[in-house]
Nanobody, 123 residues
């Protein structure tokens, strides 16, 4: 009923920038929070940044001052601008969202993940 599609990952040199995008689609009534998480090889998935429907943001200490999360409610999309990238930022980045949606005549709430997009930062 709800799909998340991420884009924008790739290979970049240390110090470079990338912009990730996440677009939600389906029978969505409203989107509460949207966020980005990442998982490096051999490590647990960790929070990168979140943004509420009202625009309040939260960042992991490791990315503060370098990454900026934003969203476009009309487009049901979230973005992650990543600057001054470091090799330790290398990971698969996942978009996450909490939504209210229709299925038939009923309304549900759910938490959804995208398929992930690889970000590789070379030294």
């Amino acid at each position: 009923q709800v799909q998340l599609v991420e884009s924008g990952g790739g290979l970049v040199q240390a110090g470079g920038s990338l912009r990730l995008s996440c677009a939600a689609s389906g029978s969505i009534i409203s989107i509460n929070s949207m966020g980005w998480y990442r998982q490096a090889p051999g490590k647990q998935r960790e929070l990168v940044a979140t943004i509420t429907s009202g625009g309040s943001t939260n960042y992991a200490d490791s990315v503060k001052g370098r990454f900026t999360i934003s969203r476009d409610n009309a487009k049901k999309s979230a973005y992650l601008q990543m600057n001054s990238l470091k090799p330790e930022d290398t990971a698969v980045y996942y978009c996450n969202t909490a939504v209210r949606y229709y299925s038939g005549i009923r309304i549900y709430t759910g938490d959804y993940w995208g398929q992930g997009t690889q970000v590789t930062v070379s030294s």
